[in-house]
């Protein structure tokens, strides 16, 4: 359990470095996936409890952000619904593909680190 959630933070951590390189950003969670996997090497539940983590690892500052906005512009009538409502929207958006492609290549890499030959 200690080596998924090790390769989980590496996979996010990876996977927030890989966003900022222009025309990887849109495969950037299957790359931080792959290392998570790689890294944990359980086998494809190994990569699947990985991939989980690291989505879960994605959500929570998601999450946190939404609520902080939230509570700050609570007061402004029009736009402060409309940034809760649309920061809640995007952080879904970012974390349903991070988490759909991250757990694909957390999959991936850990069957590739089952199946190397050295």
Request: one cysteine or more.
């Amino acid at each position: 359990m200690a080596r998924a959630i090790a390769g989980a933070l590496i996979g996010v951590v990876c996977t927030l470095i890989f966003y900022f390189i222009p025309g990887v950003n849109v495969i950037a969670p299957l790359l931080g996936g792959l290392l998570a996997g790689y890294y944990a090497d359980g086998g494809f539940g190994g990569g699947l409890e990985t991939g989980v983590l690291m989505t879960i690892f994605m959500i929570i500052p998601g999450i946190l952000l939404g609520g902080i906005l939230g509570s700050i512009l609570s007061g402004v009538p029009v736009i402060g619904g409309f940034v809760v409502a649309s920061t809640f929207v995007i952080t879904l958006v970012i974390v349903a593909h991070s988490a759909v492609v991250g757990i694909r290549g957390s999959v991936l890499g850990a069957i590739l680190a089952e199946n190397r030959v050295l």
